[in-house]
C-alpha cells in the first residue's frame, strides 16, 4: 500500500491546491456501500490503516508532512471523514500531556495553547505513575 500512498502524500505536499480539491470531487461508490464518498476520505482511510507499513525516513517524513498540511488546512470537508482507530485523547492524559498545556488553559487562548496531540507512547508514558 505504501507505493501508492507515498506518491499522492508528496502530490498533497507539494501541490496542496491542485490535489486536495481533486480529491474532495471524485466520488467513489465503494463496494461495500451503495453511497458515494469522496476520493480524500478513501485515500485517508487508507493512509490511517497502513500508515504503520510506511518504510524509510523520506516515506515517513512526506506522509507526516502532507498528513500535517491537510490538518492545518481546517478543510470543512475533513470534518466529516471517519477513520479507524482509538481516540487517545481524553481527560486524564489531556491534563498531564506531560505537563504541555492543561485543558482550561487551552480554553482561555487556544491560540496560545493548541491541543496537545498524544502518540500511543505519550499516552502510555503519561498514563504511568510518575
Known amino acids: 500500500m505504501q507505493s501508492l ?20 470531487s471524485l466520488q467513489i461508490v465503494p463496494p461495500s456501500s451503495s453511497t458515494a464518498v469522496s476520493g480524500l476520505d478513501i485515500l485517508l482511510k487508507a493512509w ?6 510506511i518504510h524509510g525516513s523520506w516515506a515517513i ?12 488546512s481546517n478543510r470543512p470537508s475533513l ?5 479507524r482507530g482509538d481516540m487517545i485523547i481524553n481527560q486524564s492524559n489531556a491534563e ?21 496531540i498524544m502518540t500511543r507512547s505519550r499516552t502510555k508514558s503519561c498514563a504511568s505513575p510518575l
Not at 502524500?9 to 501541490?15: D, G, N, S, V, Y
Not at 490511517?48 to 507499513?53: F, G, K, P, Y
Not at 517524513?61 to 492545518?72: E, H, N, P, Y
Not at 487551552?106 to 495553547?113: F, G
Open 5 to 24: 500512498i507515498v506518491p499522492v502524500a508528496f502530490l498533497i505536499h507539494t501541490q496542496f491546491d491542485e490535489i486536495v480539491p481533486l480529491l474532495e
Open 48 to 53: 490511517t490503516e497502513s500508515a504503520l507499513e
Open 61 to 72: 517524513r512526506v506522509s507526516s508532512l502532507a498528513l500535517g498540511d491537510l490538518l492545518a
Open 79 to 83: 470534518e466529516s471523514i471517519r477513520v
Open 96 to 116: 498531564r500531556a506531560c505537563a504541555l498545556v492543561t485543558p482550561a488553559s487551552a480554553a482561555a487562548d487556544p491560540l496560545l495553547h493548541p491541543p496537545v
